[in-house]
């Protein structure tokens, strides 16, 4: 039987390790980032991966820093045939890393050695880019640098966020590794090294970077939104207050109003942005309020403003 440690730990890796589970891969243990306070009452909550290891009975262990812990010298000593991270939030020690009798494996979600770094799905959608997709590689101590033992290419819909993109490679990438590790135990697959020359990094993105702003063109605000949706959310000031944009769309007209410039409030909310482009908003949040349609917050508190009124503030 194959043994593997499992590194990961939003929801885009539960079904990679719920795949391995079914599959027979014995695990021998599986890695996720602590428990973190949420919500306005600081509750403890667990991981979306320590959810599954519990379900599925799987010895758990959560260091705060890895490469300084206790439970490395363990992980270390139980000498995995593979170890697998999908989205752990952490690196890996070289020492761990060499742990590993077959191979140290990847699930990264783009196509490398495009969007290197912990927001490739995001940077796909940031960027406006039409496909994206799942690289299975060797992890080495550089970041996502390592060789590529397959890939497979995910269209992104007009539709498609941060969120359904998640959903949609997690289940890409779970079906790619399976099929992937018995050609790397085989020694069929011995990787490809990356195109340094090709290389694109994609940081993680600063919740400051979050604000929709006028030097944006409709286009661009409605990759950000796509892009921070769920988490953390786009937003946007309106007569200085604060106001998530989950939806929206670039509309085909133009307009000559300077952009922050109110287009709109008829059954629709409307706002000149960069470029003379108009960015038509379809479901927003008020803090404090559910969320709602533009067209119930253009009838409320969008009614306020006056067509050519420039609302949005830097």
């Known amino acids: 039987m194959t043994s593997v440690v499992f590194l990961g730990t939003p929801q885009f890796a539960v079904p990679i390790l719920e795949g391995l589970h079914a599959h027979g891969y014995q695990i021998l243990g599986v890695v996720t980032q602590p428990d973190k306070k949420v919500g306005r009452k600081q509750k403890l909550q667990a991981s979306p991966v320590k959810q599954a290891a519990l379900k599925l009975e799987l010895p758990l262990y959560q260091p705060a820093k890895l490469s300084r812990s206790e439970e490395l010298a363990e992980l270390i000593a139980l000498q995995p045939d593979f170890l697998i991270t999908a989205a752990y939030g952490q690196f890996l020690p070289a020492k761990l890393l060499k742990a590993a009798k077959i191979a140290p494996v990847n699930v990264h979600g783009s196509l490398l050695p495009k969007y290197r770094g912990g927001a490739p799905i995001q940077y796909a959608l940031l960027n406006g880019d039409q496909e994206t997709g799942i690289t299975i590689m060797e992890m080495v101590k550089e970041m996502d640098a390592g060789k590529m033992y397959a890939q497979q290419t995910v269209k992104i819909e007009p539709a498609d966020t941060a969120g359904s993109l998640f959903a949609k490679l997690s289940i890409v990438g779970r079906d790619l590794l399976l099929d992937t590790l018995p050609k790397i135990a085989s020694g069929e697959l011995t990787g490809v090294p990356q195109d340094p020359a090709k290389v694109v990094f994609s940081p993680t993105i600063k919740k400051?970077?979050?604000?929709?702003?006028?030097?944006?063109?409709?286009?661009?605000?409605?990759?950000?939104?796509?892009?921070?949706?769920?988490?953390?959310?786009?937003?946007?000031?309106?007569?200085?207050?604060?106001?998530?944009?989950?939806?929206?769309?670039?509309?085909e007209e133009t307009t000559k109003q300077a952009a922050g410039t109110l287009v709109s409030n008829k059954k629709r909310f409307a706002i000149a942005m960069a470029d003379q482009t108009v960015l038509e908003l379809a479901e927003v949040q008020a803090p404090g309020k559910k969320r709602m349609s533009a067209k119930d917050f253009a009838n409320g508190q969008g009614s306020h403003y006056e067509i050519g009124q420039t609302i949005l503030a830097d």
Do not use: C
Request: proline share 5%; net charge positive.
């Open 208 to 251: 400051s970077a979050a604000q929709i702003k006028t030097n944006l063109s409709a286009e661009q605000a409605v990759n950000l939104i796509r892009a921070l949706n769920p988490d953390p959310g786009a937003f946007m000031l309106i007569g200085g207050n604060r106001l998530k944009v989950w939806q929206a769309k670039a509309s």
